[in-house]
């Protein structure tokens, strides 16, 4: 006679275990990058863009250093969840055409992600919704992705300009290349006819 009861029970506690396990949250990380974040704990630099994201939540949450637009939150509070987080920002970047974005374009900008976080607190799934920079109140992908464009023909310029400046070097020892073999064939000239009678 207790048999269904029991049932019940249990089924009440599989569907509460479930839900709770799947349940999900969103909420905006708001994070301002410095200089300072684009190295990692070690000192070492950070090449990529996503990493930055990342690396500035471990300064945040673990270490108190906050940039001033800076804000804790509570979801990257340990490292498997930053790195989670990370990637979920490499996986928004790459959607967008952006994950070679370098660590430096960040320098100075101040985002606001707004994320879904499910599971369990200690390793949660995390998907980026949208990122937009400084108090906009719409998606600026677009303008995330101008900036990096603009970072890219910098790179490139600096580049062609370098090119330039190899290519003058170059040309220049051709020239004395060409004025020391002169003066060989010359010289050789001149020692043949002092060595006529």
Do not use: H
Request: net charge negative.
């Amino acid at each position: 006679m207790y048999l269904p009861t029991l049932r019940a029970i249990i089924t009440i506690f599989a569907t509460s275990s479930i839900s709770q396990a799947q349940s999900c949250v969103y909420t905006e990380v708001y994070q301002d990058f410095s200089y300072e974040d684009t190295f990692n704990s070690s000192g070492s630099p950070l090449g990529d863009a996503y990493a930055v994201f990342q690396q500035d939540r471990f300064y945040v949450n673990q270490q108190g250093r906050l940039d001033p637009n800076d804000k804790s939150d509570s979801i990257m509070v340990n490292r498997e969840a930053r790195a989670t987080y990370g990637q979920a920002i490499r996986a928004y970047l790459n959607a967008y055409g952006m994950g070679d974005m370098p660590a430096q374009v960040l320098v100075g900008s101040q985002y606001t992600v707004e994320i879904e976080a499910c599971g369990s607190q200690d390793n949660p799934s995390i998907r980026v919704l949208s990122m937009r920079m400084g108090d906009d109140i719409e998606d600026d992908s677009w303008e995330l992705e101008l900036e990096y464009r603009g970072a890219e023909l910098a790179d490139w310029e600096q580049r062609l300009n370098q090119r330039e400046a190899d290519l003058n070097q170059w040309e220049r020892q051709l020239s004395d290349w060409e004025r020391r073999l002169s003066d060989i064939e010359y010289n050789l000239e001149q020692s043949a006819a002092d060595a006529k009678p």
